[in-house]
């Protein structure tokens, strides 16, 4: 299945997994790649050096691209920069903030830079400062996430750009590949579908709640990061519901202590599970080899029922 982000990242299939904090580490990110897609390591809360000994690992684990996420208003994000420079990275991932710099960076080494984005504003944005491709998240989407539908903003980005648009947020099999397809999406990004498999390093007990969760039990909260943030419903969640925002980060939740007490500790009652909507179409915990080959056959036998249709 060959599409332009195929092509320009040098990836079989047009599937990205997303990054993620206490998740995206080495084993998730070599089997994503392995199986032909786009592994991203998540180090938005890593130091200069855990970064390097990440990479290093991954590389022990596959010869195929892979990229890494990082926040762009990062005290350390130059060492970041420079450590992806040194290591010969092939992409560059990344969100909140201003990624200009990142982009010309990026661009002097020949990396690949795609930001994520969830406004049709910074979409052009990215490419009028140099984005190779943009991957766009709705506000299905575990984590950050826009005030739009992937439906609608997929298209609308589509519209505005030159460059490969990858959609996010609410896909998570064969229809959804085809459906970001149709919308005039290069390929697909995911995060919550990656969380709930075999070489995700979330605790059993997330990956069983993932499971049981209906695509009714999440909820969006500024009350984690001071942005909207979409994370699964439980007794800390709710306890955000009804309080008014604060735009005082030093008064805001610990994001990393609290995501990594969900992920690592498995305490699913008062830690904070980063999900999307796709959480109600989850019902297994495949290999990503697995997930990512029932992707594409299930796309691919979709798309010819349709031509079948269309020729009949």
């Not at 200009?100 to 994520?116: Q, V």
């Not at 990215?126 to 739009?148: C, K, L, W």
């Not at 980060?249 to 305490?267: C, N, Q, T, V, Y």
């Amino acid at each position: 299945m060959k599409t332009r982000i195929t092509e320009l990242l040098g990836i079989k299939y047009p599937i990205i997994q997303g990054a993620m904090a206490w998740i995206s580490f080495p084993p998730l990110v070599a089997a994503v790649s392995n199986a032909g897609g786009l592994g991203i390591l998540g180090s938005a809360f890593m130091s200069p050096d855990e970064l390097s000994q990440n990479i290093s690992m991954i590389k022990q684990l596959t010869d195929k691209p892979f990229g890494v996420n990082f926040v762009p208003e990062s005290p350390q994000v130059d060492q970041l920069l420079k450590v992806v420079v040194e290591e010969k990275v092939a992409v560059v991932n990344y969100g909140v903030g201003n990624p200009r710099r990142i982009i010309e960076t990026a661009k002097l080494h020949g990396i690949i830079t795609i930001p994520t984005m969830g406004a049709i504003k910074h979409a052009v944005r990215a490419e009028q400062d140099g984005a190779d491709a943009v991957i766009i998240q709705g506000t299905e989407a575990g984590g950050h996430s826009s005030y739009v539908t992937s439906m609608v903003l997929v298209p609308l980005v589509v519209d505005r750009v030159k460059i490969p648009v990858v959609a996010a947020g609410g896909f998570g099999d064969g229809r959804g590949l085809v459906a970001a397809l149709s919308l005039g999406a290069e390929g697909i990004s995911m995060g919550t579908r990656f969380l709930a498999t075999k070489e995700s390093p979330a605790h059993p007990k997330v990956k069983q709640k993932l499971i049981d969760s209906s695509e009714e039990d999440t909820i969006v909260t500024t009350h984690i990061t001071g942005l909207r943030a979409r994370v699964i419903r439980n007794p800390l969640a709710e306890a955000f519901l009804g309080v008014g925002e604060d735009k005082d980060r030093s008064k805001l939740l610990s994001l990393p202590g609290k995501m990594r007490r969900a992920f690592i500790e498995g305490d699913i009652e008062q830690g904070t599970i980063a999900a999307g909507q796709i959480c109600g179409m989850i019902n297994d915990i495949p290999s990503c080899q697995e997930l990512i080959e029932r992707i594409v056959s299930g796309a691919e036998k979709i798309l010819e029922q349709m031509t079948a249709k269309i020729s009949a």
